[in-house]
């Protein structure tokens, strides 16, 4: 079970951490523009294996050759968000490395699943997908954003996040639209066991949404959530799991945006449709819109 992971900066990292520290995957190669920041990456991850799992983690370097047999590769390469910039705001600076990197990855691992994590996460996934129309590509979406909405919900009703249910739905950004409908606890919903006020669906709304922001505002990126959840999905790629996760794919309401997918062996098997209340359905008709209009600067997405 090979691992790529293209970008060794800190989402990378944490991802590859992440990976030898759940025992993800039994090889482990990280590829990036800088060679020496890769060797550095790849050698302190690899000092985890001893007092974790025996995973086998390696440089590659700047070349993208040493791809070769992989079965995922994770894109976490691109420039980062800065405090205070919207994550749509990024795409013409990424769009022109993916350009770059893409057509080389998939030359090297034609037959990986390719798992981007590079913001803004929806339109680079389906540029990977334009780039590279022969490998199949998924985006990491809003699992993380449904890990938030679960954390905080699971702290006003007093159970593990494992035990709430909640997806958060449509792009990985402001538009983003939590579904409060279909959420449940231990498989009963959740108005049956806790009263959501105005107040607390804001609480909760603003939690989630603003979590990123809060973050980078005070240590300049996220890294390790996201590292997790990329550890995660790959899981569900390599184990064949079908797990339902929020990845990023091609949808009924237009572009690649999130929704509840059954992950497993190749990547996205199938996707699921969510019972939405009318203005749920409304949110993320117009959060696909958001991601048009962006998706429409780019002439491989017009």
């Known amino acids: 079970m090979n691992v790529g992971i293209v970008g060794a900066g800190l989402v990378g990292g944490a991802a590859g951490y992440a990976m030898v520290l759940r ?11 800088d060679a020496e920041r890769a060797h550095a990456e790849a050698a302190d991850i690899s000092h985890a294996a001893p007092v974790s799992h025996p995973v086998r983690v390696r440089s590659g370097g700047c070349d993208y050759a040493a791809l070769a047999g992989s079965a995922v590769v994770v894109v976490t390469a691109g420039a980062n968000q800065k405090p205070g910039e919207d994550r749509l705001e ?23 699943v390719l798992l981007v994590a590079s913001n803004p996460v929806d339109i680079m996934t389906a540029l990977s997908a334009k780039l590279a129309p022969h490998s199949r590509a998924l985006g990491s979406g809003t699992v993380l954003d449904s890990a938030r909405f679960r954390s905080l919900l699971s702290g006003h009703v007093g159970v593990s996040p494992q035990n709430v249910h909640a997806h958060v739905l449509g792009e990985h950004g402001d538009s983003e639209v939590l579904a409060w409908s279909s959420v449940s606890v231990g498989g009963v919903p959740l108005a049956e066991v806790l009263e959501v006020t105005p107040a607390l669906r804001g609480e ?9 922001a809060q973050i980078i505002a005070g240590k300049g990126a996220t890294n390790y959530g996201v590292g997790a959840a990329l550890a995660l999905i790959t899981e569900a790629i390599l184990k064949d799991r079908r797990a339902v996760l929020t990845v990023s794919g091609p949808s009924p309401y237009g572009p690649f945006l999130s929704l509840p997918r059954i992950v497993g062996a190749g990547g996205v098997l199938s996707t699921l449709t969510p019972d939405l209340s009318p203005a749920e359905e409304e949110a993320l008709r117009q959060s696909a819109q958001t991601l048009a209009q962006v998706a429409s600067a780019l002439p491989e997405l017009r």
């Open 90 to 112: 990024l795409v013409e600076r990424n769009a022109e490395i993916f350009r770059q990197i893409i057509p080389q990855i998939a030359s090297a691992a034609p037959e990986a």
């Open 204 to 212: 909760v709304e603003q939690g989630t949404r603003q979590a990123a």
């Open 23 to 33: 025992g993800s995957c039994t090889d482990l190669v990280l590829v990036d523009l």
